[in-house]
């Protein structure tokens, strides 16, 4: 019923809250309990660069969703994409 393009950024942005959320409370205990330097700025770039990755996972789930039609091949899939970046990403 409608396409491509709007379906999907309206998805993303009714998500976004559920996606962005648990990184940032997540990275809020993490960053106090491991003891970084206590800065603003470094708090930002660390909650950041988690949002981020969380965004990029997601998106590697609708990749291979879309790529593949039952689940039983997306699970098969699906460590095929992610071990090489795991390997190369450090």
């Known amino acids: 019923m409608y396409d491509v393009v709007p379906y999907y950024l309206s998805k993303i942005l009714a998500e976004l809250p559920s ?3 648990p990184p940032i ?3 809020l205990i993490t960053f106090f309990s491991v ?4 800065s ?3 708090f ?3 909650v950041l660069n988690a949002v ?3 965004l990029a996972a997601i998106s590697y ?3 291979v969703s879309c790529g593949v039609t039952n689940a039983e091949a ?3 899939l699906s460590p095929v994409i992610i071990m090489p970046l795991m390997l190369v990403g450090g």
């Open 44 to 46: 930002f770039k660390f």
């Open 25 to 27: 409370i997540a990275m």
């Open 52 to 54: 981020c990755n969380a």
């Open 74 to 76: 997306a699970m098969q």
């Open 40 to 42: 603003y700025e470094n």
């Open 19 to 21: 996606f962005v959320i």
């Open 61 to 63: 789930g609708y990749l």
């Open 35 to 38: 003891g970084f330097t206590r």
